[in-house]
């Protein structure tokens, strides 16, 4: 066995041992309430700081008459 198809092997190793491990997180059932969970408690305010409406107010001019 050649040293490139050691570092292969070792690489494909890894790729399926982090697999492995990563998908029954991200499909159990934790998770998907878990991601139900932040979903459904994030702010409902706008983040923004201006007026979500902007009034048509009348204002006197300064200018003198």
Do not use: Y
Request: aromatic share 4%.
């Amino acid at each position: 066995m050649s040293l490139d198809h050691l570092g292969w092997l070792l690489v494909a190793g890894i790729v399926l041992a982090t697999a492995s491990w990563a998908l029954p997180h991200l499909f159990s059932r934790e998770a998907r309430l878990g991601r139900r969970r932040r979903r459904n408690h994030c702010r409902l305010e706008p983040r923004d700081q201006h007026p979500m409406v902007k009034l048509s107010v009348r204002t006197r001019s300064k200018a003198k008459r």
